[in-house]
């Protein structure tokens, strides 16, 4: 398929302090064909603002406010983002990470139409300057896999992972195992990605680019600092394990 549209995903609380690198990093992709939906969850701050600064320059970005039919919180955001979408490949991305200014070219390379789905190279930062440093880290599940279960025993076994915007997804693929599980408030993006993965063609690895996870404390949606999230974790792994 000759340029597939592309829809990043991208939920939104209170980071006016870091959208606009995250909005950069979409802004300077070298693939053009893009639709980049931002989902505020009734930000406090100036978020919306900073966001509108993005749509007055290219209309390729879009906002959204969240429902008060949908629930809080980033899976419900992602959901809704989903439903108007338009995009036959779905970017999701947090709202404080980055991508490499390749990442979408590179992997949309290698897009038949199926039900591959994509993955490439991450590194973590907590500040700019480490940026620099990135991606010399060889972990054992760069490669490509003819079945998703030996991704997910690779992980087990080497204890990695991959954050959500290493991933790029086919829509129908994600129509195929069901929307985000909005019931999660910690480690959602591994009770999704689980299903996405076992049910996936195959995982198609991308080695020239990757993308930038920030490590940015307790702040972080993955953090475990309250007895609801660390609920929540133990029914992911629930989910995951019956998956």
């Given at each position: 398929?000759?340029?597939?549209?592309?829809?990043?995903?991208?939920?939104?609380?209170?980071?006016?302090?870091?959208?606009?690198?995250?909005?950069?990093?979409?802004?300077?992709?070298?693939?053009?064909?893009?639709?980049?939906?931002?989902?505020?969850?009734?930000?406090?701050?100036?978020?919306?603002?900073?966001?509108?600064?993005?749509?007055?320059?290219?209309?390729?970005?879009?906002?959204?406010?969240?429902?008060?039919?949908?629930?809080?919180?980033?899976?419900?955001?992602?959901?809704?983002?989903?439903?108007?979408?338009?995009?036959?490949?779905?970017?999701?991305?947090?709202?404080?990470?980055?991508?490499?200014?390749?990442?979408?070219?590179?992997?949309?390379?290698?897009?038949?139409?199926?039900?591959?789905?994509?993955?490439?190279?991450?590194?973590?930062?907590?500040?700019?300057?480490?940026?620099?440093?990135?991606?010399?880290?060889?972990?054992?599940?760069?490669?490509n896999y003819r079945k998703?279960?030996?991704?997910?025993?690779?992980?087990?076994?080497?204890?990695?992972?991959?954050?959500?915007?290493?991933?790029?997804?086919?829509?129908?693929?994600?129509?195929?195992?069901?929307?985000?599980?909005?019931?999660?408030?910690?480690?959602?993006?591994?009770?999704?990605?689980?299903?996405?993965?076992?049910?996936a063609k195959k995982i198609?690895?991308?080695?020239?680019?990757?993308?930038?996870?920030?490590?940015?404390?307790?702040?972080?949606?993955?953090?475990?600092?309250?007895?609801?999230?660390m609920k929540s974790a133990?029914?992911?792994?629930?989910?995951?394990?019956?998956?």
């Amino acid at each position: 398929m000759e340029n597939p549209l592309v829809s990043i995903i991208i939920p939104v609380y209170n980071r006016a302090h870091l959208i606009e690198e995250t909005l950069n990093s979409v802004y300077a992709q070298t693939y053009q064909n893009w639709e980049c939906i931002i989902i505020d969850d009734h930000s406090t701050d100036n978020s919306v603002e900073k966001v509108e600064k993005y749509i007055e320059k290219d209309d390729r970005f879009k906002l959204l406010i969240r429902s008060d039919k949908w629930k809080k919180g980033a899976s419900s955001c992602r959901n809704y983002g989903l439903k108007y979408s338009r995009g036959v490949l779905i970017q999701f991305l947090d709202s404080d990470d980055l991508l490499k200014d390749n990442k979408l070219e590179e992997q949309i390379k290698f897009y038949k139409g199926d039900l591959t789905l994509f993955t490439c190279k991450w590194g973590g930062f907590k500040r700019d300057t480490d940026l620099l440093s990135l991606f010399k880290h060889e972990y054992h599940s760069y490669r490509n896999y003819r079945k998703g279960r030996n991704l997910l025993k690779t992980f087990g076994k080497r204890n990695e992972f991959f954050p959500p915007n290493v991933y790029l997804v086919p829509k129908n693929l994600i129509d195929q195992v069901g929307l985000w599980n909005d019931e999660l408030t910690n480690n959602d993006d591994a009770e999704f990605f689980t299903r996405v993965i076992l049910s996936a063609k195959k995982i198609r690895f991308t080695a020239k680019t990757g993308v930038y996870y920030r490590y940015s404390g307790s702040d972080k949606l993955s953090s475990v600092n309250s007895l609801k999230r660390m609920k929540s974790a133990v029914k992911s792994w629930n989910l995951i394990e019956k998956h």
